[in-house]
């Protein structure tokens, strides 16, 4: 059985989002490193990685 390598992608925040791409993808997740440089996506296991100097996400007060 053929094993499909995992994709990673690098990101300039610590909160992404990921939606598998192209047409057969997932719903779209929100997700986030909190403590980590990175996050994998439980859906299609995608990992993003934190650049380097990359500045984490601040969420600014309420809506």
Do not use: I, Q
């Amino acid at each position: 059985m053929a094993t499909r390598e995992t994709e990673t992608l690098t990101v300039e925040n610590t909160r992404v989002s990921c939606d598998g791409g192209g047409t057969l993808g997932h719903p779209r997740v929100f997700l986030e490193m909190g403590d980590e440089d990175f996050v994998e996506c439980g859906y299609c296991d995608r990992r993003f990685e934190l650049s380097a100097g990359a500045k984490a996400h601040r969420h600014e007060g309420g809506h």
